[in-house]
């Protein structure tokens, strides 16, 4: 059975703080995918990144950052010099094989103050 | 264009009533699923149908019934609503099943209340 585990309910920082959201993950496959996902206020959820198991190479995208460690089972995220903007509930997702549901972890909620 | 899309976008109803929730996807995608998300945020799925079968059903009371007329729909339909249906339900598309994992789409969510 898969899981992903969120251990940061929530977060609260001031802007242009740095802050890593946690991600840690279970699956037996050895094939998996991993995801981030986005749900500001509005309510709707915006993909962040996916990543898939064999690819551990950490990826920047502009303030955003990934940290994957197949032998931790983490795939961790970063936000540099948070904004107000940033303030939403992050989760952190994952897909094994079969028929590509995600299994979302409970998900963080950051709260970025000016 | 809205790439997925599902109506209405809240619904407040009566318990015991029946109701339906619509989804569409102009993406061409085969694959479509339904994810709710109760009050603690937790998103959870429901259903999953790809080429207008379903192919994944995590333990859902049958009061709820996903219908798919054709790929680019999945419609979802609640009988003798309970308080506990009350959440925020999500459609989503993707190109494909499988390990050729491709990105899910999801619609903007219905909240559905239930007094």
């Known amino acids: 059975a898969q899981k992903v585990t969120q251990a940061q309910t929530e977060i609260s920082v001031v802007e242009k703080e740095d802050v890593t959201l946690d991600c840690v993950y279970e699956t037996r496959d050895t094939t998996y995918y991993l995801f981030w996902y986005k749900q500001p206020p509005s309510g709707e959820l915006v993909f962040l990144i996916r990543?898939?198991?064999?690819?551990?190479q950490n990826e920047i995208s502009g303030r955003y950052s990934w940290n994957f460690q197949k032998s931790t089972s983490s795939f961790n995220f970063t936000i540099t010099a948070s904004q107000v903007v940033d303030s939403a509930v992050y989760f952190c997702a994952l897909s094994d094989s079969g028929y590509s549901t995600l299994t979302f972890g409970k998900g963080t909620m950051l709260l970025v103050s000016p | 264009d809205t790439a997925v899309s599902q109506t209405p976008k809240y619904l407040v109803t009566q318990m015991g009533n029946d109701k339906s929730i619509k989804c569409e996807q102009n993406?061409?995608?085969?694959?479509m699923y339904w994810y709710k998300q109760d009050s603690k945020k937790f998103l959870k799925i429901m259903f999953s149908y790809n080429n207008k079968e379903l192919i994944i059903n995590e333990t859902v009371p049958n009061r709820f019934s996903p219908k798919s007329p054709d790929k680019a729909h999945l419609n979802l339909h609640i009988n003798s609503l309970e308080l506990g249906d009350s959440a925020v339900y999500f459609c989503a598309s993707s190109q494909g099943t499988g390990l050729s994992y491709n990105e899910q789409f999801f619609g903007p969510g219905t909240r559905l209340t239930v007094l």
């Open positions: 990543r898939n198991s064999f690819d551990e």
């Open positions: 993406l061409g995608h085969d694959t």
